[in-house]
């Protein structure tokens, strides 16, 4: 169906006050910039920043909620024969290689982790989200492996699948603020992906592996 003319506007004025916000942010540090100030710059009243964005937190993390389910995504989307953690390693290194936004490789990232290093809501903020994706995770292993309720396997797994994805990104995230380009951290992550394979165990390696036909 396609974008009607209000959620269009809905969308482009959300899009508008998180480009103003983000801007204000990285200009001038996350605690700095307050929701009446990001309000004046976007020409908008406070209450319409409320309505789109609850806390100032939501303005920088903004696409928090698609975070929350990219584990889960990889997972309910592994191929023929593929187990949950061919499927995460997979998707990572397709990401990593093609020196993707999605996992931090590109110019400018690391002012947002700046930001968010200078600010204590951040980071906390931050932590609640990586919970949501953890959380999310085990519930989709738990799904798609057929798990009985008590079974701790989906839970141990998961948490490896999470580390897994957190150490890339954590990697990542000091190579760039080292100063270096996006291209040249793309290829050590590579080895580091492979790095970490070699540390996982079979049984993590092929859990929730999907029938071949």
Not at 93 to 112: D, N
Not at 128 to 148: K, M, Y
Not at 173 to 186: C, D, L, N
């Amino acid at each position: 169906m396609a974008e009607g003319l209000r959620e269009r506007k809905k969308r482009q004025t959300r899009q508008h006050l998180s480009d103003v916000a983000t801007g204000l942010f990285l200009e001038r540090g996350f605690d700095a910039v307050t929701i009446a100030e990001i309000a004046r710059v976007a020409d908008v009243s406070v209450n319409t920043v409320y309505n789109y964005f609850p806390t100032k937190e939501d303005l920088f993390l903004d696409r928090g909620r698609g975070i929350v389910d990219r584990l889960s995504r990889y997972v309910r989307g592994r191929d023929r024969g593929e187990s949950a953690a061919d499927a995460v390693l997979r998707e990572l290194r397709i990401q990593v290689e093609g020196v993707s936004p999605t996992v931090g490789l590109m110019e400018g990232y690391e002012r947002f982790l700046r930001v968010i290093e200078g600010a204590d809501g951040l980071k906390a903020r931050l932590w609640h989200i990586q919970q949501e994706v953890l959380q999310h995770l085990e519930s989709t292993l738990q799904e798609e492996s057929g798990a009985e309720p008590g079974d701790p396997t989906p839970v141990l797994v998961a948490g490896q699948l999470h580390w897994v994805h957190s150490t890339l990104m954590a990697y990542i995230g000091r190579e760039m603020v080292a100063g270096r380009r996006a291209g040249e951290v793309s290829r050590d992550a590579l080895v580091l992906l492979d790095d970490i394979e070699e540390l996982l165990g079979e049984k993590v390696l092929n859990y929730a592996r999907r029938a071949a036909e």
